[in-house]
């Protein structure tokens, strides 16, 4: 294993896998704060050099936290195919490159190599992609996972509807709902990020919810983003929960600082599946975002990228329905203007899918970031382009609640037309049925919340 390399008549040299990864990575304002960014843009051209001719078995012997001291890393390592594993082992970090990008290398093939992959491994190769690479690569993996419906087929396009109110008012929150509803958004999930983090709050919107949703006959699920110990109490009262929701992280620290280990999620799941509303198998539904680990000094000295694949190793063993990246949600002290956001957002997307979860992104930004709404649009034509599952939809774009910009009901509407796509089918003919859709196309009665009033 070499960890050095000469360039422009210079030696540079690296202590660790983990300082090649990290000096590797695309330029980040999280890396920085870190400091554990490259200190030139010729440093991560070296460590980029460095990087490829890693091959994989040395990113399985060094991961990023000690398999004896994370939680995390236990879960991605004890999923690994072994026998896979040891076809590939010899390969460099390069050479998965470019049999990714080979025209003749297929979903299936994929599929089939991502199971003696780690994390480290797809961060690795993460690192070597433009972003065009990221487009090309993550086109080819399909994933369908099943709750009420089945989402990732191909030919669709999906929405998370995020009715999300500053007082969880019910009315506020059902308004949003309905207005999503006619313009197509929601067959992900209809899923709100509550104010009131309570048992009882929980409750009261997942029986609204289902409530409506059982009036109407919508084919989609329900989800109350609160803390995962607080939901589990709401089924065990009852509540008719769909999809049961937490935040993760790359390390057990950070999975800790959000108040959960492996174990709860486990519990969690089967609580879902023995009393769920959602049908299943695919009952949860992760977030996450490249930075995270950084707020809880969690990150262990890594890059964001890294910590960012190994939630999606944490997730891959919960086999979630859904996973998306908040990808500028965290600020520019992680993702400093709209070209780390675009780069993280490819990335995200490309990483999620190769390790074989669901994936989706909210496009975002916060308002005091370099980023426009102009900038989230160019991102999500990027990421349909490159096959993402579902982003979110909220009314004109703005979360009134979470105070941050992503994209609205509209959106999701324009690029489904754009790249002839449609929703979930079972949602689609819904659509057709409430006269909201004809042959995939909204009509004139799109947009008039009204109709659920009648």
Known sequence: MILKTSLFGKVYAFQTVMEVMAKANE????????????????E???????????QLKDLFNNPAVPYEKDEVTRI???QVNLRIYESIKNWTVEELREWLLDNNTTDFNIKHISRGLTSEMIAAVTKLMSNLDLVVAAKKIHIEKTANTTIGRAGTFSARLQPNHPTDD?????ASLMEGLSYGIGDAVIGLNPVDDSTESVKRILHRFEDFRSEWDIPTQTCVLAHVKTQMEAMRQGAPTGLVFQSIAGSEKGNTAFGFDGSTISEAKQLALDTGAAAGPNVMYFETGQGSELSSDAHNGCDQVTMEARCYGFAKK???FLVNTVVGFIGPEYLYDSKQVIRAGLEDHFMGKLTGISMGVDVCYTNHMKADQNDIE??????????CTYIMGIPHGDDVMLNYQTTGYHETATLRDTFNLKPISEFDQWMEKMGLSENGKLTSRAGDASIFLK
């Open 44 to 54: 991560r051209v070296a460590a980029k050099v460095v990087l490829a001719q890693l």
């Open 76 to 78: 991605i390592i004890d």
């Open 170 to 174: 019910p009315d506020g929150i059902m």
């Open 318 to 320: 919960y086999d979630p």
């Open 378 to 387: 160019n991102l999500s034509v990027l990421l349909t382009a490159a096959g």
């Open 27 to 42: 330029e980040k304002s999280g890396d920085r704060l870190a400091g554990v960014a490259a200190n030139s843009a010729e």
